[in-house]
């Protein structure tokens, strides 16, 4: 049985593979580049609730199989939560980490550490051809530095330092921040509904 991963974000597709692995999911997990012709719905919901399951229902519709989907985003208080759900396109170019994480520095130059809170936020979504849907969030709070530091991860890794951790994001390996991240989080719950809801 087929579950697809309704993403084409490169760097979520490899943590998914990870999580989702770990779980023991009897599952074939196909990312959503394996339909290149499905085009990228329009995420026009105002939470990361709604826009993961946009995305979760159109590659469900457009396949007919099951299909999980993510969205996510860096929340930054002195911002009052943005970039939110514009994490991703921050900076005008959809999914240009670089530009997105220097002009977010930039913002914070004057913000000082003890003003530097902020959480990462995933809203881990299930959408069945028939329609069914669930949707279960996970978060990673944290502060954020004033330089980027670490290569490994994605997007905004660099600059966040989990709550309980002396490195950033970045520094970790792939399972350390799995076990910990909102991702992890997100998806950890909604195992038990995938199996449930899809055999
Ligand atoms: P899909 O819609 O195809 O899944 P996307 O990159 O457009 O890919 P989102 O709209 O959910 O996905 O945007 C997520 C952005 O939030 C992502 O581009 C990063 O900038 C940021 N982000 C999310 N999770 C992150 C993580 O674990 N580490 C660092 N940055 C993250």
Do not use: M
Not at 3 to 16: D, Y
């Amino acid at each position: 049985r087929r579950l697809i991963l309704a993403t084409r974000n490169e760097g979520k597709i490899k943590e998914l593979h990870a999580i989702l692995a770990d779980a023991g999911l009897d599952l074939e997990l196909v990312g959503a580049d394996a339909y290149p012709d499905i085009p990228d719905v329009r995420e026009t919901g105002v939470t990361f609730a709604e826009n993961a399951l946009l995305k979760a229902h159109a590659l469900a519709q457009a396949t007919g199989l099951p299909a999980v989907a993510d969205d996510s985003g860096l929340c930054v208080d002195v911002l009052n939560g943005a970039p939110g759900i514009f994490s991703a396109r921050w900076a005008g170019r959809h999914g240009d980490d670089k530009a997105n994480l220097d002009l977010l520095l930039a913002q914070l130059a004057d913000i000082s550490d003890p003003h530097r809170g902020a959480h990462f936020a995933c809203a881990a979504a299930l959408a069945l051809p028939d329609g069914t849907e669930r949707v279960v969030e996970g978060r990673l709070t944290g502060t954020l530095r004033h330089e980027p530091v670490g290569t490994n991860g994605f997007g905004y890794d660099p600059i966040l330092q989990p709550e309980g951790h002396a490195v950033t994001c970045a520094e970790l390996t792939p399972a350390e921040k799995n076990a910990i991240s909102h991702r992890g989080k997100a998806f950890r719950a909604l195992v038990p509904v995938v199996r449930e809801l899809v055999s």
